[in-house]
């Protein structure tokens, strides 16, 4: 959206009257200045509207390529599209930025000054530039040209793609809008995306953007030529066609003479935002201005609308967003003490899911996500009620709902229910012994006890506000209990557990007499924090560890103890704990904080020993030093840390974690910091005062839709048609990659865009680690490095902390090429060639040791003749032996060839033998393939290796068949005039009926109607 200075200048008689629109573009910001130092902000109605999210900002000091926003947009798979001027298209996930346009090294488009986008149902993007119309297909996040059914289809679509671009939209039915500077087009698709049919109105206007807006009854309104047009399209759209033009209904009216920046049907009324105000259009024309009524429209040049997620109108100005109720407008703009706009040029307006977006000329983007925490914090102001100052160290909370809340030098601070106001009792107006209150416990009596840090320990009859008494200790006791840490009443004894910061002591009630209860109860130092359990057990918190006293075990003024010095989770590591905070669960587990290693958990195994299980920033935690722990009405835990407030849900083990942008006065929260109050509330003292959580509601809370939305190599972002992906990441099924890939990183989101610390992602790469490992809150990426060969599938799954959500889980195949020398085919060659060496090796081998028998052999025969005195006549000798030697061997071939010429004239051929036996056994019924391996003299292997090679069939099947062959000449001769049946038993079948199966599965015809053919 466009900001322009409109000079109208009326010239002409009686008869004619011109109008004139003049655009100066430059002088914008200019003009917006003027406009709020005329008419500035208005002093009231400030919007309480915007305290009820979470604020965030998007803009160029986190990412985002220009603060001036057009347009925001989210697709069907739940992405965020930002159309900038001068920064190009956007893609955001709630993480990361995907960048579109000029100079980006991500995707490049043609131009970085874009309009608006639109998804058709064919999931490409549709995206108006000031320079032409361009279109992505998600698939695979590259431009693409839409075809056109035939010839002056394609040719006229390709005309209108080149035109200078205002708007793009879509419409219910499918069709697409297009709005160029000089015409307004509609579109209409075929089953395979292309274009098969194009209908065209020209107009004429000097104004800088069109309204495009579907509103169901009317159709497509536009607002091209300065007037509101209802543009209907053809009963059947085939071809290029005009586009027509239907008249308003009657009982729509809109201000002529006017720029009309944006239409919304908004409770039964057309809504247009124009440069002179806001109107409601049915039923009569309502027009809302700005006036010197701090509660009218804060600005006059409307820009864009939407709908709250709370269903009130939201209109967004040059002067911020004004939020209507009624009659009446709120406002939110940079001015606003808390959620501040990050500028008050308001170009677009999205509310989805509960989440609105704000889309600025100058200020980015500015999002409100729905806040979790319906709560009240109470701080120290200038106003007599207010809490008192510095931080809140202790609280109780009285059945009937009054609070009591103890600070740091601020005294004793009390809130009676259904109050607002404090009433404060310090050492100036009570017995109070000591403004720093750190401690409270309340008797059966219902006596509060109140422990302060430098005066020792006081009582007060809750019923009697403000009547507090010092308690009065021996000599003895009185330096070591005036710093107190912890205080704990003992049922059980009637006692009060008085934990300090030079010991543990108990003070018995009834005889009003300060005991040291165990041997060492004084070299325990820094005492906080304390828990009575349902077993009887006393858990107080100091510097080393925690102190567990059986309260059941009294002797006297003696306790049984146990001190647990180490870390609980790891006893032999030497390391000392230190204890700051307790809470029992209705379930009976029992919960521990430590000012350093984060939080226990303690249960008992079958057995009945206990086991201690930590959890930590590693897990989600908010910070390893935790000062209070309570236990909410839906048994999830709250824990108040050092650096933020965790919700802990037991059964999943998932934490959610708030800071001050979900409201809280402060995320730094101190010893003694978390209570459940008996109403349900759960109160948390901070640094900065109290805060009072009266309900979490996660019902407005969108699941978003969990996608991959990243793909980094050796550094690089892989892009569609790289040979790592065949379609964008987010919809792509497989990832291939190779050995050779140094590292991979894989980014993932659950698209709900809420504070990242409230859900959890796990990650498992099935086929190499088939663990699941859980990042830390706000990681949403994985990274490995050196990916050995071969396929996987890498699997994430988001769950979210509030536990509501059903959990997500989304995978991808990993296929990882090995190198060269680690593929089949080259192991397999190098085998054959081993293979081959391996022979070539042996043979040389076997000659070369031939050759040298030879020579061993032939060296003394050299020898003797070379030494011989009648050389010729040992050599005829070794001739004449040689000569003997080759009739030896001559004679046992003859042998052995007159044995096999004997054999073979004995033998007969095998198929002449095979017919002899089956020609004496056809008619035997018992004779099978047994008996036949039998008469043969050959095995069963064998005969069927024989039978198949000669005749080409089994066994079992050349016996059925010889015996078919002679039934069917039977049937042919029939000299004895046999029957089917005396056949059948005639040929070895003793089964009639399995026969005549037999016989026409072979001869294709039954043996009685073969016999009747014959």
């Given amino acids: 959206m466009h900001l322009f200075f409109f000079c109208c200048i009326f010239v002409g008689n009686n008869h004619t009257q011109h109008f004139y629109i003049i655009s100066m573009s430059y002088i914008k910001h200019w003009l917006a200045a003027c406009l709020l130092c005329v008419f500035g902000f208005p002093s009231g109605a400030w919007a309480a509207f915007a305290e009820q999210f979470n604020v965030s900002q998007l803009n160029l000091s986190n990412g985002l390529p220009s603060n001036y926003v057009d347009d925001i947009y989210e697709d069907n798979l739940g992405f965020i599209w930002v159309s900038t001027h001068g920064g190009g298209l956007v893609r955001y996930d709630g993480?990361?930025?995907?960048?579109?346009?000029?100079?980006?090294?991500?995707?490049?488009?043609?131009?970085?000054?874009?309009?608006?986008?639109?998804?058709?149902?064919?999931?490409?993007?549709?995206?108006?530039?000031?320079?032409?119309?361009?279109?992505?297909?998600?698939?695979?996040?590259?431009?693409?040209?839409?075809?056109?059914?035939?010839?002056?289809?394609?040719?006229?679509?390709?005309?209108?793609?080149?035109?200078?671009?205002?708007r793009v939209q879509a419409d219910p039915t499918g069709n697409m809008w297009v709005v160029t500077r000089d015409h307004v087009y509609a579109l209409a698709f075929n089953e395979a995306g292309e274009v098969t049919a194009i209908s065209q109105l020209t107009y004429s206007s000097y104004l800088p953007d069109v309204a495009l807006t579907y509103v169901k009854g009317l159709g497509m309104l536009s607002t091209h030529g300065g007037e509101v047009h209802r543009l209907v399209l053809p009963a059947t759209m085939r071809g290029l066609e005009r586009l027509k033009e239907q008249p308003l209904p009657r009982s729509m009216d809109y201000p002529r003479g006017t720029f009309i920046t944006a239409i919304l049907p908004y409770q039964g009324k057309i809504w247009l935002a124009t440069n002179q105000g806001l109107y409601a259009s049915g039923g009569g024309l309502k027009a809302y201005h700005h006036t010197a009524d701090p509660n009218s429209l804060v600005h006059d040049f409307v820009t864009s609308l939407a709908v709250a997620p709370d269903g009130r109108l939201l209109v967004g100005t040059l002067a911020g967003v004004d939020v209507m109720t009624g009659e009446t407008f709120e406002h939110w703009n940079s001015n606003s003490t808390v959620n501040a706009l990050g500028s008050n040029f308001v170009n677009c307006l999205l509310s989805a899911h509960g989440i609105v977006w704000v889309g600025t000329e100058s200020g980015?983007?500015?999002?409100?996500?729905?806040?979790?925490?319906?709560?009240?914090?109470?701080?120290?102001?200038?106003?007599?009620?207010?809490?008192?100052?510095?931080?809140?160290?202790?609280?109780?909370?009285?059945?009937?709902?009054?609070?009591?809340?103890?600070?740091?030098?601020?005294?004793?601070?009390?809130?009676?229910?259904?109050?607002?106001?404090?009433?404060?009792?310090?050492?100036?107006?009570?017995?109070?012994?000591?403004?720093?209150?750190?401690?409270?416990?309340?008797?059966?009596?219902?006596?509060?006890?109140?422990?302060?840090?430098?005066?020792?320990?006081?009582?007060?009859?809750?019923?009697?506000?403000?009547?507090?008494?010092?308690?009065?200790?021996?000599?003895?006791?009185?330096?070591?209990?005036?710093?107190?840490?912890?205080?704990?009443?003992?049922?059980?004894?009637?006692?009060?557990?008085?934990?300090?910061?030079?010991?543990?002591?108990?003070?018995?009630?009834?005889?009003?007499?300060?005991?040291?209860?165990?041997?060492?109860?004084?070299?325990?130092?820094?005492?906080?924090?304390?828990?009575?359990?349902?077993?009887?057990?006393?858990?107080?918190?100091?510097?080393?560890?925690?102190?567990?006293?059986?309260?059941?075990?009294?002797?006297?003024?003696?306790?049984?103890?146990?001190?647990?010095?180490?870390?609980?989770?790891?006893?032999?590591?030497?390391?000392?704990?230190?204890?700051?905070?307790?809470?029992?669960t209705r379930s009976g587990e029992i919960w521990l904080g430590s000012n350093g290693y984060g939080l226990y958990r303690r249960t008992l195994d079958t057995q009945g020993r206990e086991i201690f299980k930590v959890y930590t920033i590693g897990n989600g935690l908010a910070s390893n030093s935790v000062r209070g722990i309570a236990e909410a009405p839906d048994g999830t835990l709250w824990i108040a840390t050092e650096q933020g407030l965790s919700q802990l849900n037991p059964r999943t083990g998932i934490f959610a974690n708030y800071g001050v942008e979900d409201g809280l006065a402060s995320s730094q929260f101190y010893f003694n910091g978390a209570l459940a109050a008996p109403n349900g509330q759960m109160l948390f003292g901070s640094a900065a005062g109290l805060t009072v959580v009266r309900t979490v509601d996660t019902r407005k809370l969108y699941a978003g839709h969990l996608r991959f939305t990243q793909l980094m190599v050796n550094g690089q972002l892989a892009l569609c048609g790289s040979r790592f992906l065949d379609d964008d990441i987010s919809q792509a099924r497989s990832i291939s990659m190779h050995e050779s890939d140094r590292s991979v990183v894989i980014e993932f989101s659950a698209l709900n865009y809420r504070n990242s610390r409230q859900g959890l992602y796990s990650y498992r790469m099935k086929g190499f680690d088939d663990k699941w490992i859980t990042l830390q809150p706000g990681e949403h990426a994985v990274r490995y490095s050196s990916l050995p060969s071969g396929s996987y599938e890498f699997q994430v799954k988001y769950e979210s902390a509030t536990g509501k959500d059903k959990v997500q889980q989304i995978s991808i195949d990993v296929d990882v090429k090995p190198y060269f020398w680690k593929s089949w085919w080259f192991v397999s060659l190098c085998l054959l060639l081993l293979a081959v060496g391996a022979a070539w090796l042996y043979r040389r081998r076997m000659e070369l040791t031939k050759r040298q028998e030879r020579e061993r052999i032939l060296r003394p025969i050299e020898k003797a003749l070379s030494e011989s005195e009648t050389?010729?006549?040992?050599?005829?000798?070794?001739?004449?032996?040689?000569?003997?030697?080759?009739?030896?061997?001559?004679?046992?071939?003859?042998?052995?060839?007159?044995?096999?010429?004997?054999?073979?004239?004995?033998?007969?051929?095998?198929?002449?033998?095979?017919?002899?036996?089956m020609e004496a056994h056809y008619a035997d019924a018992d004779f099978g393939v047994t008996e036949l391996s039998d008469a043969m003299g050959i095995s069963k292997p064998m005969l069927s290796k024989q039978v198949n090679a000669e005749?080409?069939?089994?066994?079992?099947?050349?016996?059925?068949?010889?015996?078919?062959?002679?039934?069917?000449?039977?049937?042919?001769?029939?000299?004895?005039n046999r029957n089917i049946t005396e056949i059948a038993y005639r040929v070895g079948f003793n089964d009639p009926k399995y026969f005549t199966r037999c016989f026409t599965k072979l001869y294709g015809v039954s043996p009685s109607a073969y016999k009747s053919d014959k």
Avoid at 151 to 166: C, D, F, Y
Avoid at 455 to 460: A, E, F, N, T
Wanted: glycine share 10%; proline share 4%; aromatic share 10%.
């Fill in 95 to 166: 993480y990361t930025y995907l960048y579109l346009g000029i100079g980006h090294s991500d995707l490049h488009l043609r131009s970085n000054y874009c309009r608006n986008v639109a998804e058709d149902r064919f999931r490409r993007l549709w995206v108006a530039f000031d320079e032409y119309t361009d279109v992505i297909d998600l698939h695979t996040m590259q431009s693409v040209k839409p075809k056109g059914s035939t010839a002056p289809v394609e040719h006229k679509l390709q005309l209108l793609m080149a035109e200078r671009g205002i």
């Fill in 364 to 584: 980015g983007i500015t999002k409100l996500s729905s806040r979790q925490l319906h709560l009240q914090n109470y701080v120290h102001s200038a106003l007599p009620g207010s809490i008192s100052a510095n931080a809140v160290n202790a609280m109780w909370a009285e059945p009937n709902g009054t609070l009591w809340v103890g600070t740091v030098e601020g005294g004793l601070n009390r809130l009676a229910e259904g109050e607002e106001s404090f009433t404060h009792y310090t050492t100036a107006n009570s017995g109070l012994p000591h403004n720093s209150v750190s401690a409270f416990a309340a008797d059966a009596v219902g006596r509060l006890w109140i422990g302060t840090w430098g005066g020792g320990v006081s009582s007060m009859p809750m019923g009697q506000p403000g009547a507090v008494t010092p308690l009065s200790v021996p000599a003895e006791y009185a330096a070591a209990l005036n710093f107190i840490g912890a205080l704990a009443y003992d049922k059980y004894n009637d006692m009060l557990w008085i934990g300090t910061n030079d010991g543990i002591y108990c003070y018995d009630l009834k005889s009003h007499s300060l005991y040291d209860p165990f041997a060492g109860n004084r070299n325990l130092h820094g005492c906080v924090g304390s828990l009575v359990d349902r077993q009887g057990m006393l858990w107080m918190g100091c510097l080393d560890g925690v102190v567990r006293i059986n309260l059941k075990s009294r002797r006297g003024a003696r306790f049984d103890h146990r001190q647990l010095r180490y870390k609980l989770d790891a006893p032999g590591s030497g390391i000392i704990d230190k204890i700051t905070c307790f809470c029992q």
């Fill in 871 to 917: 050389p010729q006549l040992l050599q005829k000798h070794i001739e004449a032996i040689m000569g003997n030697h080759k009739k030896y061997a001559e004679s046992q071939e003859k042998i052995v060839e007159a044995d096999r010429e004997e054999q073979q004239k004995g033998m007969k051929p095998f198929m002449e033998h095979l017919m002899d036996v």
């Fill in 951 to 976: 005749i080409g069939v089994p066994t079992s099947q050349f016996i059925r068949n010889y015996r078919l062959d002679i039934a069917r000449k039977l049937i042919e001769d029939n000299v004895a």
